[in-house]
């Protein structure tokens, strides 16, 4: 029997079964969506991740309190208020310190912010001027507060364009009739003027820099929150070239102004973007291939329920396997058209599959505000396990078939 005819005649006995054959594609359309869907989220989330940490400038170093293993310093009990307002302006202007170009201090605790009959519960971020230069944050509307109102303890917000959508209801660049900056609002209870709204840089999650308010450190620290610590020192290197050397150079004034003589002991830890890069690729390639060993659970649901239909297959055709066998059909024929009929099953779920996940993936990330990113290795990847998975479930029902004694198969009713 030529393969034409074997492949023919199964897609005719597939047809002649309509519903049988979708239930059995449908485990296969699932689970091949189901990975497609999440390993392109989790790509994209990955990559919108990455774009946001690139943004804040490659010559970034953060510093933060209490011990870690990646960074200058590792081992050690630190502790979460380690780093103080003099250890940034020790950094700022000790002679020692020869490779970095701004200095960002900063405090940062979530809050509720209102607005007339509006509320949201947002990042609230005391900084100092210096901070939107380093975080490369453009005003759009109003300005910025000064180191004049840092002295004071000003009052005065810049808010996010996300923030202004929240509160205001205006769209991210705010409206064309209503001007957000000078109006109050109110943070924690305590009343703050806006002067300025950031332009718009995208993102999502508890860091999305559209969603944030900033004001002044001093106000964050001594009026808001009642803090004498920092959260963090954000450090802008001169250039790319002397990142290792600021890292060190800042490390060990910290160590010397802590008092502390071995760097084992450190109570901070420095890291720089590309550490923060690594990490968080880590952690989003963990969970994404999380995410897909869970869907793949379904691919192996679906496989077993190609199996038992091909099972129930072989039992409704043993009388026309019986008058093949008697006929001359060998067993290898027999083997060939029921591992087609599988492989046809699940390479047309694995089809059907592949487009269901990169439409669901595609809205989802409009939804999320995502960047759209479907790889061709997870498309490959899927549409060949729907082929292996109709070999791997299909052999026990074709060899069960071809095993069948003709007359036995004959006399079945």
Do not use: C
Request: charged content about 15%; cysteine-free.
């Amino acid at each position: 029997m030529e393969p034409t005819e074997i492949i023919k005649e199964s897609l005719q006995t597939l047809a002649l079964n309509k519903m049988r054959t979708t239930l059995a594609t449908l485990g296969i359309v699932i689970g091949i969506g189901s990975v497609i869907a999440l390993l392109s989220l989790g790509q994209a989330s990955q990559k919108a991740v990455e774009n946001q940490i690139q943004s804040l400038g490659a010559n970034l170093l953060t510093v933060y309190p209490g011990s870690s293993r990646s960074g200058f310093v590792s081992g050690g009990m630190g502790s979460s208020t380690s780093l103080t307002y003099d250890d940034a302006k020790a950094i700022s202007s000790d002679p020692s310190i020869t490779t970095v170009a701004e200095v960002s201090p900063e405090y940062n605790r979530r809050a509720q912010v209102t607005a007339g009959r509006n509320n949201t519960n947002t990042q609230i971020v005391g900084a100092t001027p210096a901070y939107f230069s380093v975080h490369k944050v453009n005003i759009s509307l109003g300005n910025f507060f000064s180191g004049r109102e840092i002295d004071s303890a000003a009052k005065v917000a810049v808010i996010g364009p996300q923030v202004t959508a929240d509160l205001f209801g205006l769209p991210a660049q705010a409206g064309e009739n209503v001007n957000p900056v000078g109006q109050l609002i109110r943070i924690a209870g305590q009343s703050f003027r806006i002067v300025g709204v950031t332009t718009t840089k995208g993102g999502s999650g508890f860091q999305n820099p559209d969603d944030m308010i900033y004001i002044p450190l001093t106000t964050a620290q001594k009026i808001l929150f009642g803090a004498t610590s920092l959260s963090n020192i954000s450090v802008e290197a001169k250039s790319k070239t002397v990142m290792t050397q600021a890292q060190d150079q800042v490390g060990y004034l910290l160590l010397a102004r802590h008092k502390l003589s071995d760097p084992t002991l450190a109570d901070f830890s420095i890291m720089s973007q590309a550490d923060i890069l690594s990490t968080v690729n880590q952690v989003t390639g963990t969970f994404t291939s999380l995410l897909a060993g869970i869907a793949a659970i379904s691919l192996l649901v679906g496989g077993i329920g190609i199996m038992n239909i091909m099972l129930v297959t072989v039992t409704e055709r043993t009388r026309e396997i019986g008058l093949r066998k008697a006929l001359g059909a060998k067993k290898k024929t027999i083997i060939t058209q029921f591992l087609i009929e599988s492989i046809i099953l699940t390479f047309a779920g694995g089809i059907i599959g592949m487009l269901v996940g990169i439409l669901t993936s595609f809205i989802i990330s409009r939804v999320m505000s995502i960047a759209f990113a479907v790889s061709l290795a997870s498309i490959t990847l899927a549409i060949g396990v729907s082929g292996i998975t109709g070999i791997i479930f299909g052999w026990y029902p074709a060899k069960k078939a071809a095993n069948l004694q003709p007359i036995k198969a004959l006399r079945y009713e």
